[in-house]
C-alpha cells in the first residue's frame, strides 16, 4: 500500500522555536508538496518540489523553507515560529503529470 | 492564477442524492479532481475528469465541462459516513499543482 509518512500527527512549539516537519514518501514519486489548511480558507500551497534538491515557492512561502536531499524526503522549515503559523500540515506527493496526490496524514501544530 | 468556488455546506438526508458543484476559472487546465477528507483526517482521492463528460465510480460520479468551467460530483444513496468535506482541485498546464477550493462541508442525516 502506498503512504505518505508525516513524522508527527500534533505538535506543540514556541514562538520563535526552529521547526522542522518531516516527509516521506515510499511510492518514487517526483513530485512533492506542502500545504496548511486552515478553517474557511482550504488548502494553500507553500512550497512543492519536482526533483531531488529542486524547490518551487507556492502561494505562501514566507516564513517557510524546504529541503529536498533526497527523492523520498521532503522537509518543510519554519525558521521562527509564530502563532500565525498554527495550522494543519498536509504533506503530498504525486507522479509527474500523475493523476492526483496522495497525501499524508498531517501534522497540527500549535504554536504558543 | 486561479478562482475556484463550491458551496461551504451542504446537507442532505441518508439514502438521497446530492450534487456538489465546482466553478472554477483558470488560465490553463489540465483536469480537475475531487478529494473527500473526513474530520481530522488526510483527503482522499475520489475521482478524476480531464475530458468533458461523467466519470462513475460506484456511488460516485463527478461530471465536468471545460467551456463553462464547472464540474459537480453526484453522491447517490447517501450513507451516515459520507458526512465529510469534498474538495475541488484544478491541476495547472504545466506541472502537477494542484489548487484547492475551499471545500464542501457535507452533513448527512437520518
Known amino acids: 500500500d502506498v503512504k505518505v509518512t508525516q513524522s508527527s500527527r500534533y505538535l506543540v512549539k514556541r514562538t520563535g522555536e526552529k521547526v522542522f516537519l518531516e516527509c516521506v514518501q515510499d511510492?518514487?514519486?517526483?513530485?512533492m508538496f506542502w500545504y496548511r489548511q486552515d478553517p474557511g480558507l482550504g488548502l494553500r500551497l507553500i512550497y512543492f518540489s519536482y526533483d531531488v534538491k529542486m524547490k518551487e515557492k507556492g502561494d505562501i512561502p514566507e516564513g517557510y523553507s524546504v529541503s529536498r536531499e533526497k527523492k523520498e524526503r521532503f522537509s518543510l522549515i519554519l525558521e521562527s515560529a509564530s502563532t500565525n503559523q498554527t495550522s494543519m500540515y498536509l504533506c503530498?506527493?504525486?507522479?509527474?503529470?500523475?493523476?492526483?496526490?496522495?497525501f499524508g496524514s498531517g501534522t497540527r501544530l500549535t504554536v504558543v | 492564477g486561479q478562482n475556484i468556488d463550491q458551496p461551504t455546506e451542504m446537507t442532505a438526508t441518508e439514502g438521497a442524492i446530492v450534487q456538489i458543484n465546482c466553478t472554477y476559472q483558470t488560465s490553463g487546465f489540465n483536469g480537475l479532481f475531487w478529494y473527500q477528507q473526513h474530520a481530522g483526517e488526510a483527503p482522499t482521492f475520489l475521482s478524476y475528469n480531464v475530458l468533458d463528460g461523467l466519470e462513475e465510480k460506484g456511488r460516485f460520479s463527478s461530471f465536468l465541462s471545460r467551456s463553462k468551467g464547472y464540474s459537480y460530483l453526484l453522491l447517490k444513496e447517501l450513507q451516515m459516513k459520507d458526512s465529510a468535506s469534498y474538495l475541488c482541485?484544478?491541476?495547472?498546464?504545466?506541472?502537477?499543482?494542484?489548487?484547492f477550493g475551499g471545500g464542501t462541508r457535507l452533513m448527512v442525516k437520518p
Open positions: 482541485a484544478v491541476r495547472e498546464a504545466a506541472g502537477n499543482m494542484l489548487t
Open positions: 503530498a506527493s504525486s507522479l509527474f503529470q500523475g493523476p492526483g496526490y496522495t
Open positions: 511510492m518514487d514519486h517526483e513530485n
